[in-house]
């Protein structure tokens, strides 16, 4: 998919999907909590695996995006 359109297409979810905007809020969220515990020099064992388990939240909310993008270009950009 050409980069351009991909972006386009996440610029209009975000716009007119609230469930998309969701998301993308969630996922932030999760992000800065990666990177919080990212900065710390050492990780506890609980923190590597709370880690471990944000990660894996982030993935499918990006994968959700995704799979949404995905379904609106099938449904709008190739017809």
Known sequence: MDRNT????????MQTN???RDLLNKHHQYDELVAQ????????????IEEHR????KLRLK?????MVSEYR?????S
Do not use: N, P, R, T
Not at 6 to 13: G, P, S
Not at 74 to 78: N, S, T
């Open 63 to 67: 994968d959700e995006m995704e799979q």
């Open 54 to 57: 944000l990660k894996k939240i």
């Open 74 to 78: 099938f449904q709008h950009v190739a």
């Open 6 to 13: 991909q972006e386009e297409i996440k610029a209009h979810l």
């Open 18 to 20: 609230e469930h998309f």
């Open 37 to 48: 515990l990212d900065s710390k020099h050492v990780l506890s064992a609980e923190e590597e």
